[in-house]
C-alpha cells in the first residue's frame, strides 16, 4: 500500500523510541508520528478538521499536501485512502469523506501508510 522512501526510517525511529522508554517504570504509549519535512523554515500550521465526519488534518507545502488521520482501534481493518485529480476520499470503519484539494495531484507518485493506528497520506502536486 505504500512506497514512502522514508519508511525504514520511521520504523528504526519507533524502534528507539520504544527501547528508550521501555527502561522507565511509567511507560508511555506512543500511538503514531508523522514527521513533515518542509523548506527549512518554519511552515504552515495543519489545518485540523474535525466536523461530523472523519477526524483528519491537512497541511500543504509547494510541492506536496499532507493528511494525517488518527483510526480508532475498531475500525483498523476497515481503511482506505483514494487519490483522483484534485481530490481524496477517506474511507475508516462506516465514515467515508471527500476532501477537495486545491491543487492537482499526481497519483502515481502519492503515497498512503497505515501505521500504529495513523493514516498517513502525501499527495504529490503536479508540476
Known amino acids: 500500500m505504500s512506497n514512502n522512501p522514508y519508511e525504514e526510517i520511521f ?5 528507539i523510541l520504544k527501547e528508550a522508554m521501555s527502561e522507565s517504570s511509567d511507560r508511555p504509549r506512543v500511538i503514531g508520528c508523522a514527521i513533515i519535512a518542509g523548506g527549512g523554515g518554519p511552515g504552515p500550521e495543519p489545518e485540523a478538521h474535525d466536523d461530523d465526519g472523519i477526524d483528519y488534518e491537512i497541511t500543504e507545502c509547494d510541492r506536496c499536501v499532507y493528511i494525517t488521520a488518527p483510526i480508532p482501534p475498531e475500525c483498523e481493518d476497515n481503511v482506505s485512502a483514494a487519490i483522483e485529480g484534485k481530490a481524496v476520499t477517506l474511507t475508516i ?7 477537495d484539494l486545491e491543487s492537482e495531484v499526481d497519483e502515481e507518485q502519492s503515497s498512503v501508510s497505515c501505521n500504529h493506528g495513523v493514516l498517513d497520506i502525501v499527495c504529490v502536486k503536479t508540476e
Open 11 to 15: 520504523k528504526h525511529l519507533a524502534e
Open 93 to 99: 470503519g462506516d465514515a467515508q469523506e471527500t476532501i
